[in-house]
Structure formats: structure tokens, C-alpha cells
């Protein structure tokens, strides 16, 4: 049974460029949620999406945005990259109706914004 | 907004002794608090959660705790190793009034080191 799996697994970006992170979540799950983790940080939520649509987001600036396929997966862009974009990006999911609340982490994203 | 502290920053014991890490919430709405458990490198994985309408759930050497009045829940770990060293967040999670989503509001995380 596959896990969250996210990729790339590390990339560098210069400022003013954009990025696409992909996750494809775990089997089973319908939900994914997207937090971004600064060092020496916890894991900050960016937003979630279920049925393809945005269905909460945390306190992010426009220039995220995202995308669920109809197969669950997910994508997150970054636009117009700032330095303090520089983090690791998880990608969580989880079973919208489950008898559970739990969240699942792939193994995150690493970008690096110089 | 859930707003999340956790003590200590950084945990230092002896292998075989126990640790503990503490946090404390905000929103007394808050009902479900998972903590994880984070090596380096990797996402975070979930070692043990509680539900508000449970005081103690214990898993092998791991514990938690939750006084809901003090709006505190804590992580025990007895007999330490080596291998539990990582870093630790604990989170807290208010249901949403549509469609039960549970975003969780995650603390700053324990950086728990074990010595042999």
C-alpha cells in the first residue's frame, strides 16, 4: 500500500520564477491538504482541496495556488518566488468520512529559492 | 484562530530515562490531537493522537495525556532509545461546521535527543 509520495523530492529555484510541486496521496484518500514547514518550524497549512475544489485555505498570499485531478492527485504552484519561500512542502492526505481524522505526510518537497 | 505552544524546544536524556513534551492549545473547541513524530529528512509520521472525550490512551512506550479544562495534552515517553530521537510536534484540530474537515494547527516541535 503506497503512502503519500511527493515530488521532486529537491529543487532550486531563482526569484521571480515559478514552481509546480506534485502528490499523488495515499491509497484510498480522497482529500489532500498542502502545508509548508520553515526550519526549525512546525508545518503550516496552505489549503486543502476535495473534489477538485479549494475547499479551505490558511493564511498564504495568491501566489499559491493548486490543483486536484479527478484521480486524487494534486499539484501546488508558486508564483513569482520570493526568498522566504525556502522551505520543505508537505503534502498530507486523508479520507474525507473515515471514522478517522487522521492526516497522513508524504516526505516533503524541498525547494530552495536563491 | 487555534493557536499551538510547545515546550521544551529541545529534550536531552540519557537512554532508558523518560521524556516528556507539553503543549498547550487555545480554542476550547478544539477536540482531536494527534502528535508526530518527525526524522530528519523525512515528513512526519503519527506516533499517537487522542480525542477529547478520552483522558489517556497509552501505545507501548508512548502515552499521552489531555486536560481538557487546563487546555493542555502531553507526550510521555518511558525507556527511551536512541532511535526515538527526532523531533516531535504535537497538533490541535477544531472541527469545521461543513463537511467535518480537521485542519490541524501544529506547534513548533521538540527536538528530542537520546543518548546511549
Known amino acids: 500500500d503506497a503512502g503519500v509520495t511527493q515530488s521532486p523530492t529537491h529543487l532550486i529555484k531563482t526569484r521571480g520564477q515559478q514552481v509546480t510541486l506534485r502528490c499523488s496521496p495515499k491509497?484510498?484518500?480522497?482529500?489532500v491538504s498542502w502545508y509548508q514547514q520553515a526550519l526549525g518550524q512546525g508545518p503550516q497549512f496552505i489549503f486543502q482541496?476535495?473534489?477538485?475544489?479549494?475547499?479551505q485555505r490558511g493564511n498564504f498570499p495568491d501566489r499559491f495556488s493548486g490543483h486536484q485531478f479527478p484521480n486524487y492527485s494534486s499539484e501546488l504552484n508558486v508564483n513569482a518566488l520570493l526568498l522566504g519561500d525556502s522551505a520543505l512542502y508537505l503534502c498530507a492526505s486523508r479520507e474525507t468520512g473515515g471514522a478517522g481524522n487522521t492526516i497522513y505526510f508524504g516526505e516533503g518537497s524541498w525547494l530552495t529559492v536563491v | 484562530g487555534e493557536n499551538v505552544e510547545q515546550h521544551p524546544s529541545t529534550l536531552s536524556v540519557q537512554e532508558g530515562d523518560s521524556a516528556v513534551i507539553k503543549c498547550t492549545y487555545s480554542d476550547s473547541a478544539s477536540n482531536y490531537f494527534p502528535w508526530y513524530k518527525q526524522e530528519l529528512g523525512k515528513g512526519p509520521q503519527l506516533i499517537i493522537d487522542i480525542r477529547s472525550n478520552v483522558g489517556e490512551k497509552k501505545d507501548q512506550r508512548i502515552a499521552v495525556t489531555l486536560n481538557k479544562t487546563a487546555k493542555h495534552f502531553s507526550l510521555h515517553i518511558t525507556e527511551t532509545q536512541p532511535e526515538d530521537s527526532a523531533v516531535y510536534f504535537c497538533a490541535a484540530s477544531i472541527p469545521r461546521a461543513s463537511g467535518g474537515s480537521y485542519i490541524p494547527t501544529f506547534g513548533r516541535g521538540t527536538s528530542l535527543i537520546v543518548h546511549p
Open positions: 491509497s484510498g484518500h480522497d482529500t
Open positions: 482541496y476535495y473534489e477538485e475544489e479549494e475547499r
